[in-house]
């Protein structure tokens, strides 16, 4: 039972450049997340999908672009990648958009040279 | 928009000893989760919270659901090495019904 998981694990983009951080969960999940860590700051919420066909914006969502492909895959895309967009990637799925804890990917560890 | 508070920021603390950490809001929270991470990792959930004054232990760990709605905290009792992590607080806003993460607690445990 993988979880969420989430490719690649580690890159390097030089600015201006575009990029999709792919993620995929098998534990039947109706609703998944992108946040992005950075140092003291916690984690922000960039895009979320309650469900399958539907998308919104979190709190950090300039910049950034997603698709929800299926049921099981939820990925973020940087169309133009700029410095201030290096961090920490994670993904996460619920059941459903309620109260149960989320389960986290291991990240995308993402530099913009 | 909606923040929550974590505090310490980090801890180093000797091997044994008892750890708190906190949260505060000034919003209310329907649930408060407490997770972990280690290095290189995505956060674990360690305990969740779901009704106001609630207190919940797992092993070594417990934490309360604050009886405002607007705090929580975690104690770690006689703590051990493999303690150390980054411990976040999340809140569930009863407003948005997303999740919401304070700034993060590092814990370093001296053997």
């Known amino acids: 039972n993988a979880g969420v998981t989430q490719t690649p694990k580690f890159q390097v983009l030089k600015t201006g450049q575009s990029m999709t951080l792919q993620c995929a969960q098998d534990?039947?999940?109706?609703?998944m997340y992108w946040y992005r860590q950075d140092p003291g700051m916690g984690l922000r919420l960039i895009y979320y999908s309650a469900s399958e066909g539907t998308t919104d914006k979190g709190e950090v969502p300039n910049g950034y672009n997603v698709s929800r492909l299926n049921k099981r895959e939820f990925s973020l895309r940087l169309e133009s990648a700029a410095p201030s967009q290096t961090s920490v990637y994670f993904c996460?799925?619920?059941?459903?958009?309620?109260?149960?804890?989320?389960?986290f990917g291991s990240g995308t560890r993402l530099t913009v040279v | 928009g909606q923040q929550l508070n974590q505090s310490p920021q980090s801890m180093f603390i000797q091997e044994g000893e008892d750890v708190s950490m906190n949260c505060t809001s000034s919003?209310?929270?329907?649930?408060w989760l407490w997770y972990k991470q280690d290095p290189g990792e995505g956060p674990v959930l360690l305990i969740a919270l779901y009704k106001a004054g609630e207190l919940t232990s797992n092993g070594r760990l417990t934490a309360q659901f604050g009886i405002t709605r607007k705090d929580s905290f975690l104690n770690i009792s006689a703590s051990i090495p493999s303690d150390v992590g980054i411990y976040f607080c999340?809140?569930?806003?009863?407003?948005?019904?997303?999740?919401?993460f304070g700034q993060g607690t590092t814990l370093q445990v001296k053997p």
């Open positions: 919003s209310i929270f329907n649930t």
């Open positions: 534990m039947n999940h109706n609703s």
């Open positions: 999340a809140g569930i806003s009863g407003n948005t019904g997303k999740l919401i």
């Open positions: 996460a799925s619920t059941p459903l958009q309620s109260n149960y804890g989320y389960t």
